[in-house]
């Protein structure tokens, strides 16, 4: 007998505001959000969710609402979903809850997403120092395909994967997460070295009222309040998962979460149809709303078997991930190598995130010689489906990172020939991506190089 259907146990309706859904979304991690539906392993079940801003960014000629979006709000994830065995027992504290991907896509009537950088003073982005002022680029789906009237001359296939997939901490790993954060966030800039190539702020989110959906607890009450001002923002990943953000994590992928609370309480959202390695502008896939089809398997006592604490508790795990069959081929790559050294000149000692902004860098330097705008490539690096790679970090001072990018997603041949690249109308691409000004005055870093 053929399987039933898939039960749909989070259903979405795009024309409402993520508050207003049958079932109320939430954007923090805590444990006392309750959970939406149950499921029972082995059982295929769907998830709907709305794209991570809850449907604020508009497919329109416009990136002002990229520019003053609150990102308080994000990010909107589906559940929490509890999950039981067959005998209706629920999965327990130390086991390991292992979710297949068994199928994906976005939801029907709604193919479309966009790419952007967030201004400078609202979100940053890996390289906001050098794009300061908020950009979107609008793409659209054609089956596997994507392709943008504001990057054109070039199409992809996407390998579509949820950012966010996790289960909920327990109450001492939420304090953990606290803690920490909340250390580098009021001494990161007087500490870390690393705050003055790469100038995302704030260095860390922290719990906050503002913005704050909790599910099915109402906004108000005094529960509310004190859920409010514990509960971890979704932006990092972290030991449940998280906002990992692996574009790999298709068709076909199974996740091995660590379970901290009674049901594992499993939320998902911010679908992705395409990635590149890093999501380097920080808005950075090709962001949309989508469906998950899940089947669930409670491994008993999994944590202590299978994952090793590296820290100072043993809640201090991280998920398994199992990448599944299906990727876009391709045969020819063109490979960008960065090293860590900075914009000045200035060495690094074995700095992976320095030695990846200079990768990509040097590609957005070098491809936009081709009839693109900076800022096109930049947007293009965030979501096609480039490979990251740290190819040396042992070769003391310079750490060696790697961006390869497919040569078959453009329609010209950008290698490097004998004789000076090619230019002339056909090679000028137009339009440009959708660009806001900058208002604020922080620096804009130059490469000193660039003028020579």
């Not at 090619?422 to 660009?435: E, Q």
Request: hydrophobic content about 35%.
């Amino acid at each position: 007998m053929a399987p039933p259907t898939p039960k749909l146990v989070v259903p979405i309706d795009l024309k409402k505001k993520p508050c207003k859904q049958a079932l109320p979304l939430h954007n923090r991690w805590h444990p006392a959000i309750p959970s939406v539906a149950d499921v029972k392993v082995g059982e295929v079940f769907r998830v709907e969710m709305v794209d991570w801003t809850g449907g604020v960014i508009k497919d329109d000629d416009s990136a002002t609402d990229v520019k003053f979006i609150d990102l308080s709000t994000v990010h909107y994830l589906s559940g929490p979903i509890q999950v039981l065995d067959k005998d209706g027992i629920p999965a327990k504290p130390g086991d390991l809850l292992a979710v297949e991907i068994c199928n994906l896509g976005p939801l029907p009537g709604d193919e479309w997403g966009y790419t952007a950088t967030f201004d400078r003073e609202n979100g940053g982005g890996f390289l906001t120092d050098h794009f300061p002022w908020a950009t979107k680029a609008i793409w659209y789906f054609e089956g596997i395909y994507a392709y943008s009237p504001h990057i054109p001359g070039v199409r992809f296939p996407g390998l579509t994967h949820p950012g966010i997939i996790g289960t909920a901490p327990s109450m001492e790993l939420l304090n953990i997460w606290n803690e920490r954060e909340r250390e580098v966030e009021e001494n990161g800039h007087k500490s870390l070295k690393l705050c003055e190539v790469l100038h995302s702020r704030p260095l860390a989110n922290l719990p906050s009222t503002k913005g704050c959906h909790l599910g099915k607890i109402k906004k108000g009450t005094a529960e509310w309040e004190k859920i409010a001002k514990e509960a971890a923002r979704t932006i990092p990943g972290r030991e449940n998962g998280g906002n990992c953000d692996i574009k790999n994590l298709s068709r076909g992928s199974k996740i091995y979460l660590p379970v901290f609370v009674e049901g594992a309480n499993l939320s998902t959202g911010d679908m992705h149809f395409s990635q590149g390695d890093g999501e380097v502008s920080f808005c950075g896939a090709i962001e949309m709303s989508g469906f998950l089809e899940l089947k669930c398997e409670i491994i008993r006592g999994g944590m202590k078997e299978y994952l090793t604490p590296m820290g100072p508790t043993l809640l201090h795990v991280n998920p398994i991930f199992e990448i599944g069959p299906v990727e876009p081929r391709f045969s020819e790559w063109l490979v960008f190598e960065g090293i860590s050294v900075d914009e000045s000149g200035r060495q690094h000692f074995l700095d992976a995130s320095v030695a990846y902004k200079r990768a990509v860098l040097n590609a957005i330097d070098y491809l936009s010689k081709f009839g693109y705008s900076k800022e096109q490539i930049y947007l293009l690096l965030s979501c096609c489906p480039c490979e990251g790679r740290i190819s040396g970090i042992v070769d003391s001072p310079n750490a060696v990172a790697t961006l390869a990018i497919p040569t078959a997603i453009f329609d010209q041949d950008i290698r490097p020939k004998t004789g000076r690249v090619p230019v002339g109308p056909r090679l000028v691409r137009k339009p440009d991506v959708l660009r806001c000004t900058y208002d604020g005055n922080l620096p804009t870093t130059k490469n000193p190089a660039a003028s020579m």
